[in-house]
T-cell receptor
Framework: DAGVIQSPRHEVTEMGQEVTLRCKPI?????LFWYRQTMMRGLELLIY????????DSGMPEDRFSAKMPNASFSTLKIQPSEPRDSAVYFC??????????????FGPGTRLTVL | RKEVEQDPGPFNVPEGATVAFNCTYS??????FFWYRQDCRKEPKLLMS???SGNEDGRFTAQLNRASQYISLLIRDSKLSDSATYLC?????????????FGAGTRLAVHP
């Protein structure tokens, strides 16, 4: 099994540019999560989807961030315009639905974003 | 106050040592608890669940104290390969789903 796939693995961009991060969850997983990790704030949940529908986006820092999941095998996280403080590692994770279960989340390798 | 707090470390220990990490959580409604491991520049991966009665997986022992709202991880006979960051994870039921809340992690460095 390929696991969660993220692209690109590294992204360097200039302030004001649009950045799009991509994620392919594990096939058959109904939940998809986007996290951001920094030294200062640790791992923060930005948004999660259930069956392609956004359920909780309360962690999205501001309107510059948006996420979509057009189908069960693909999701994007977009930052427009990007700012230097957005520099972080962005992880995507997925998990299967299991009634009443405390499901292990499977993380992708992350996208390391640097905004200059 | 953060929802999940951990000592950031680093804990520098020699091979063969026993090391313990603690984690405290603020929400008494927290339902389940885990330890994840994150290697340098890698993604987090599940290490083990934490059960109320305590549980062991080889050299690793996890304990939960609900009354005091803390979780611990004990590593015996440390190996060089144990060097990593250990993330304490608490689950809260939110929005119809069990939401994972991560601590900032405790860094462990095992040296020869």
């Amino acid at each position: 099994d390929a696991g969660v796939i993220q692209s690109p693995r590294h992204e360097v961009t200039e302030m004001g540019q649009e950045v799009t991060l991509r994620c392919k969850p594990i096939s058959g997983h109904d939940y998809l999560f986007w996290y951001r990790q920094t030294m200062m704030r640790g791992l923060e949940l930005l948004i999660y989807f259930n069956n392609n529908v956004p359920i909780d986006d309360s962690g999205m820092p501001e309107d510059r961030f948006s996420a979509k999941m057009p189908n069960a095998s693909f999701s994007t996280l977009k930052i427009q315009p990007s700012e230097p403080r957005d520099s972080a590692v962005y992880f995507c994770a997925s998990t299967p639905a299991r009634a009443g279960g405390n499901n292990e989340q499977f993380f992708g390798p992350g996208t390391r974003l640097t905004v200059l | 106050r953060k929802e999940v707090e951990q000592d950031p470390g680093p804990f520098n220990v020699p091979e063969g040592a026993t090391v313990a990490f603690n984690c405290t959580y603020s929400n008494s409604a927290s339902q389940s608890f885990f330890w994840y491991r994150q290697d340098c520049r890698k993604e987090p991966k599940l290490l083990m669940s934490v059960y109320s009665s305590g549980n062991e997986d080889g050299r690793f022992t996890a304990q939960l104290n609900r009354a005091s709202q803390y979780i611990s991880l004990l590593i015996r006979d440390s190996k060089l390969s144990d060097s990593a960051t250990y993330l304490c994870v608490v689950i809260l039921f939110s929005g119809g789903y069990n939401k994972l809340i991560f601590g900032a992690g405790t860094r462990l460095a095992v040296h020869p």
